[in-house]
């Protein structure tokens, strides 16, 4: 019952920005991180950047000072800010949050190329 949708993914030139949102609705509570996720092709699953409910954040090293990710806890949704683009930032971002299990959104497309 529970659904992650995500939106803001798309194309951009390198140096470029998006914004990605994801929104938690149905029946959850208690949801304590909820952040991102990414994978490009042929590559595993890589963490982004996550945040707690108390807005505590930790991002991967790769994305550290372009990136910034944010939470509306009233409305159950997860924000990321990505700037300074990279051709290497492509991929599918996956959102989740966490209660006592994971959730997972269906994935939304960035592509950064010129």
């Known amino acids: 019952q529970v659904r992650l949708v995500a939106s803001g993914g798309g194309l951009v030139q390198p140096g470029g920005s998006l914004a990605l949102s994801c929104a938690a609705s149905?029946?959850?509570?208690?949801?304590?991180?909820m952040g991102w996720y990414r994978q490009a092709p042929g590559k595993q699953r890589e963490l982004v950047a996550t945040i707690t409910r108390g807005s505590s954040t930790n991002y991967a090293d790769s994305v550290k000072g372009r990136f910034t990710i944010s939470r509306n806890n009233a409305k159950n949704t997860v924000y990321l800010q990505m700037n300074s683009l990279k051709p290497e930032d492509t991929a599918v971002y996956y959102c989740i949050c966490s209660t006592w299990e994971d959730y997972w959104g269906q994935g939304t497309q960035v592509t950064v190329s010129s």
């Open positions: 149905g029946t959850i509570f208690n949801i304590n991180t």
